[in-house]
């Protein structure tokens, strides 16, 4: 619950705790601290120096390895996490497009398998990166889905605590898939253009 509701620091001291459980107990609960202990490292890289900041990744690249594994051998248990962990890895080394692909796969795999939490969570998470990214409509379209797994999920707090932070004044009826579609490719072609232009950039800066 830490990292839901972005106490990092004190979700980072509960990931270290936990890794000197015994091993029945680390075994129940390995796969969950994984994805959790990975989605705070990544939460916590922000805020850190460059050493720190190569010492996380490092982590959760070891985390996602194993992760990959378990995805391999059941992908509807496993899948959305995985993709969820690689979607903010991708914010993190600032690939945008490849964050929004991601974060579409984590949402619709979470979906699939009736992973309430975790659907809430990823949709919390794209609303955050919309948000950076001034697209602010947009990060409410997804808020509005987080506040409404976050409530299915018997979370009435978080659900509030999102309601408040992106002035949602009214809990709408959940977003319905095909909303905004129209709008979201518009943004992606946006996004690929300027990254193509930063790239040409940098090769004729390069020839210089």
């Known amino acids: 619950m830490s990292y839901i509701f972005a106490n990092y620091e004190k979700a980072f001291e509960y990931s270290e705790l936990a890794k000197q459980q015994p091993v029945p107990f680390a075994m129940i609960i390995s796969a969950e601290h994984n994805f959790y202990s990975s989605l705070t490292l990544l939460a916590i890289c922000e805020n850190v120096n460059k050493k ?3 010492k996380y990744l490092e982590l959760v690249s070891k985390n996602q390895k194993i992760m990959f594994e378990w995805k391999e051998s059941c992908p509807e248990n496993f899948q959305c996490k995985y993709y ?14 490849m964050s929004m692909k991601l974060y579409g796969e984590a ?13 809430a969570i990823a949709n919390e998470l794209t609303a955050k990166f919309y948000t950076n990214k001034g697209l602010e409509k947009i990060a409410e379209v ?14 009435e ?38 990254s193509e232009e ?3 950039g940098k090769e004729c800066r390069s020839r210089w």
């Open 52 to 54: 720190e900041k190569k």
């Open 84 to 97: 969820l962990v690689e979607a903010e890895r991708a914010r993190i080394n600032g690939d945008d497009i």
């Open 107 to 119: 949402i619709r795999e979470a979906s699939k398998n009736d992973f309430v939490q975790i659907e």
């Open 142 to 155: 997804y808020a509005k889905e987080s506040m409404y797994n976050y409530s299915r999920f018997g979370l």
């Open 157 to 194: 707090n978080k659900s509030k605590f999102l309601e408040e932070k992106y002035n949602i004044l009214t809990k709408q009826e959940p977003f319905i898939k095909s909303q905004g579609t129209q709008e979201l490719s518009i943004v992606f072609k946006a996004m690929q253009t300027r």
């Open 198 to 200: 930063r790239r040409v």
